[in-house]
């Protein structure tokens, strides 16, 4: 007697069990396509989130910016600022006295070219270009002209921009030349590294970094042949929302530093604050009150340990406001 065909269920493993092969799922890894890389950010910006929320231009006493548009490409500033400046001292008190400068500017804006100078009253000059040659390579300079001898500083930075990656040059006064190259692994990881060659005081190093950015969070490490280690991580906790950190060590001095702060941006105002490890604890407030009108807001208090039972505390508190877009 013939025996009929074994029919085998696709849907009955050998072991006997059940299963349902059309909920099987295959894990398939997702592959790097490394000709459709992301450009990363300049090198010397690897830090770039953390230090919008840990490194705000906190200032004493009083300041007002004022900036005229007389077309749409050209425009005149001008600067008040009145507080105390510190002096060097020998002992642990701080030595303020009080000061006052003004500061005229003009800026030029185009699509290709822009343009700043400022001027202040004790004669400085600050001069800052940017030129695109071409879409990929972009020239800056800035300069520092001063009355005083050995103040007067210039540099020139070539930038190239490519596909996946750019490339940096620098030469400045002194002797001073320096190059950098960051490239894109993947779709999120860069990796970068640096040289430069100071001649005026015969130093050179060689530096190397990384940087990891998703939608959620950016993590960033930099190392250099000088003894710095510079770490930092910022959560986006939302769009309007992010919280920072960072975390400096010096081999050779043995300093360590380390922060922690928060970026939060409302509808009227921007609000930035830190606090890090050398007891200092500051706020910085942006409040947009109409359309070209911005009160500025800063807090700075700073407690250290002069002896292990005296604890001295120095205040800083300024406030502004700025007229003109």
């Not at 790097?32 to 690897?46: A, G, H, Q, S």
């Amino acid at each position: 007697m013939a025996s009929s065909p074994v029919s085998i269920d696709p849907s009955v493993s050998v072991s006997g069990v059940y299963t349902n092969p059309n909920l099987v799922e295959t894990k398939v890894e997702k592959k790097v396509d490394y000709k459709n890389l992301p450009c990363p950010i300049p090198y010397e910006e690897i830090h770039r989130e953390s230090m919008i929320s840990l490194k705000a231009e906190n200032f004493e006493g009083f300041r007002f910016d004022f900036t005229k548009g007389l077309n749409q490409r050209f425009s005149l500033s001008h600067s008040v600022y009145m507080g105390p400046m510190e002096l060097p001292s020998q002992g642990s008190e701080v030595i303020k006295i009080p000061t006052s400068h003004y500061e005229f500017g003009a800026n030029f804006l185009d699509p290709k070219i822009m343009l700043f100078g400022r001027i202040l009253t004790d004669g400085r000059l600050n001069a800052r270009l940017k030129y695109d040659i071409t879409n990929n390579l972009t020239v800056k300079g800035n300069a520092q002209l001063s009355g005083e001898p050995h103040m007067s500083h210039g540099m020139a930075n070539f930038d190239y921009k490519g596909s996946d990656y750019r490339a940096q040059f620098q030469l400045g006064n002194g002797a001073l030349f320096g190059a950098s190259y960051i490239q894109s692994v993947t779709q999120q990881l860069s990796l970068g590294s640096e040289v430069f060659w100071a001649g005026q005081h015969r130093k050179s190093g060689v530096g190397f970094a990384a940087r990891y950015n998703t939608d959620k969070w950016v993590a960033t490490g930099q190392v250099a042949s000088t003894g710095m280690v510079a770490l930092s991580y910022v959560q986006k906790l939302s769009e309007k929302v992010s919280l920072a950190s960072d975390f400096m060590f010096n081999l050779m001095s043995r300093d360590i530093t380390a922060s922690a702060g928060y970026d939060y941006i409302l509808r009227q105002c921007r609000l930035r604050g830190k606090i890090d490890s050398n007891g200092c604890t500051s706020a910085f407030l942006e409040e947009r009150l109409n359309v070209g009108l911005t009160f500025i807001l800063s807090a700075e208090v700073r407690i250290s340990f002069a002896l292990l039972d005296h604890m001295k505390k120095d205040y800083k508190f300024g406030f502004g406001l700025t007229v003109g877009e």
